[in-house]
């Protein structure tokens, strides 16, 4: 049986970026803009079990900048004015929620300002996208700018998933029963199938009732998710959180590109926020799709990480926590 999810917004701290690396055509290549990393809780409850079962999705920025290793801390130098205040922790204790309520924490990605304090959280879960454990590890790395910068300890391995290959096929099925325990769904991702749901290719369907399906949204950074949440099941309307898929609703509109540009110590090659510009093009066709007038799963609200103007409108209408999407 279909089942929804409360979501709400969680504030995470700001940070400041330079348009000209993000949006193109600028007026003013200088422009900077103060915008917030905003993180969300996401609350299930079992029509078997009654049991409630709290995600979170990002972690948003650290509380002090000198939390991070040092090459992140630089980079943050020139994000600033930067503020981790209020962080996850105070936005959930703002609604009496503790990180020990916390089942798991899914990180869209492992970028600095999404990681937040993962210690902060000692007895969740948690879940990345394929791709991530080997940023983190050193296995690859990246030389897309200064923002790409991992650390080895960020996750408790003991407590972290990842999430299965999207390209490619799996040789066991999902043994997925409605009747058990949500918990144990969150225990099986690492070997849940990636399947179509609608306009969107590839999704795992967490609670396998279609409350909460996470994304494969890939050109951002390996292992980049996002989260489809059903929030009311009649008339159906779902929030799409889209993490760093697309920096600015312009883009995800048509009236702007994605920003390029040369580094000055190498003249050949093109810089781009996303590390797969053309990757990072069709996800954005495909949550535009989603958000259009007439797709077929119903009404879908995007937000984006980053959208200023998006979270002034929730800070008005109180659609932060303890308000709800
Ligand atoms: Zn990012």
């Known amino acids: 049986m279909r089942n929804s999810v409360s979501v709400h917004a969680l504030r995470a701290g700001n940070l400041t970026l330079p348009e000209n690396k993000f949006l193109a055509p600028l007026e003013d290549i200088e422009s900077r803009r103060t ?78 300002d999404h990681i937040g ?9 948690f879940a990345v996208g394929h791709g991530s454990l080997d940023l983190l590890n050193g296995t690859k790395v990246l030389s897309n700018g200064g923002h790409s910068h991992f650390e080895k300890d960020l996750l408790p391995m003991e407590r972290t998933v990842e999430l299965p290959d999207p390209t490619r096929a799996r040789i066991h099925d999902e043994q997925v029963d409605c009747h058990q325990d ?63 898929a697309c920096h600015d609703r312009r883009i995800l509109t048509g009236e702007c590109n994605i920003a390029e540009w040369k580094d000055p110590k190498f003249p050949d090659k093109v810089c781009c926020i996303h590390l ?38 929730a800070e008005k209408r109180g659609r932060f926590f303890p308000g709800a999407l």
């Open 117 to 125: 304090m993962p210690s902060d959280f000692p007895l969740s879960s």
């Open 276 to 313: 797969d510009r053309e990757e990072a093009m069709n996800t954005i066709k495909m949550i535009r799709s989603l958000e259009m007038d007439g797709n077929s799963l119903g009404e879908v609200e995007v937000i984006l990480a980053h959208d200023d103007q998006w979270a002034k409108d």
């Open 182 to 244: 949500p918990v144990f769904y969150l225990g099986m991702l690492s070997q849940r199938l990636w399947r179509p749901f609608g306009p969107v290719p590839r999704t795992i369907d967490i609670f396998a009732d279609g409350s909460v399906l996470l994304v494969d949204s890939p050109g951002h950074l390996p292992g980049h998710i996002n989260l489809l949440c059903l929030v009311n099941l009649d008339p159906v309307r779902y929030v799409y959180l889209a993490g760093d």
């Open 35 to 112: 915008v917030p990393s905003l993180s969300f809780l996401i609350q299930h409850c079992s029509r078997v079990t009654r049991k409630t079962t709290r995600l979170v999705f990002d972690l948003g920025i650290r509380r002090e900048p000198h939390f991070y290793q040092e090459d992140i801390r630089r980079h943050t130098m020139t994000r600033e004015p930067l503020s981790g205040r209020p962080d996850v922790i105070d936005s959930l204790d703002s609604g009496d929620i503790a990180s020990s309520d916390i089942d798991m924490v899914i990180l869209s990605h492992v970028h600095w």
